[in-house]
């Protein structure tokens, strides 16, 4: 004899979680059973239902966003009737575009950069020849010496719907990496802000599907300079990621001879590229 099922008044209880990390998702449909005695008969009809037609609840509006069925209750209430509850879960969060969390971390320890020319000069010592601000001279060249130089480096963090990341995307970001702002971005200037790279990992089951990506952005900011001068040389200008680098000649002064800056030189070394492409926004 068939069984008769009636759903009840407690049934389609749901907590959906629509924003968050891994947060859980829940939903319960609730029915009388009615026709038979045999808890065997009863589980085996539950267990038939879930696997045919009861094995998801599909969340409105949202083909991706699927709850399973995860486990169900029975209990006997006399006679020929049984209560049945059936409940549905998802971990993780909706796909959809919008990032879920955001994150931000910040270093400025500072990179190290060497040096051939100095700020200032001072001279000591009965006829110390003038080396135009050079270091380290000798016979060889200018040796000069590294140093610690002001950078900032930050991270941009975010959980990301599965929807969000896509191939392409993963392309594009991979394209825009090793490059610099080619405009504005989160405050600098067009030059000042190197991105490193990105990376990504995301959990996914065979039950429960796909979880959120989480996303890590990694940046370096170095200041343009206007109006330098190296030796005797004026106007010297570079953006933050560009390579300066001076020639030397041979000059004699005070009987020495020593190493003067003929020509400076500034090599464009990142391509540039458009920030936007990465879809976290600029400013």
Request: aromatic residues 10%; charged residues 20%; hydrophobic residues 35%.
């Amino acid at each position: 004899m068939a069984l008769t099922w009636i759903e009840d008044g407690d049934s389609r209880q749901a907590t959906i979680v629509r924003a968050g990390r891994k947060a859980t998702s829940s939903y319960a449909k609730s029915y009388k059973i009615f026709g038979t005695q045999d808890d065997v008969e009863v589980h085996t009809a539950v267990s038939n239902a879930i696997a045919s037609t009861l094995t998801y609840w599909q969340y409105p509006g949202l083909p991706t966003m699927q709850l399973r069925a995860e486990q169900y209750s029975v209990s006997y209430l006399g006679d020929d009737a049984w209560q049945v509850t059936i409940s549905y879960e998802k971990n993780g969060a909706e796909d959809g575009t919008d990032p879920l969390k955001r994150a931000r971390s910040f270093d400025t320890s500072g990179g190290t950069k060497h040096m051939t020319q100095a700020y200032a000069e001072s001279r000591f010592g009965t006829g110390a020849p003038d080396q135009k601000m050079a270091i380290g001279v000798d016979s060889n060249g200018v040796n000069g010496i590294d140093i610690v130089v002001p950078q900032l480096q930050w991270q941009e963090s975010y959980d990301v719907p599965n929807a969000y990341v896509t191939s392409s995307w993963i392309r594009g970001v991979a394209g825009v990496t090793g490059t610099t702002n080619s405009s504005a971005f989160r405050g600098f200037e067009a030059g000042e802000v190197l991105f490193v790279g990105c990376s990504g990992s995301q959990e996914w089951d065979d039950q429960k599907g796909r979880g959120p990506w989480s996303l890590a952005f990694r940046f370096v900011a170095e200041k343009n300079v206007t109006g330098q001068t190296i030796g005797d040389i004026t106007g010297v200008s570079k953006k933050g990621h560009e390579y300066l680098w001076v020639r030397y000649e041979d000059a004699v002064d005070s009987n020495v001879l020593l190493k003067k800056p003929k020509a400076v030189y500034v090599n464009k070394v990142y391509r540039e590229s458009d920030f936007s492409a990465l879809g976290i926004g600029t400013s």
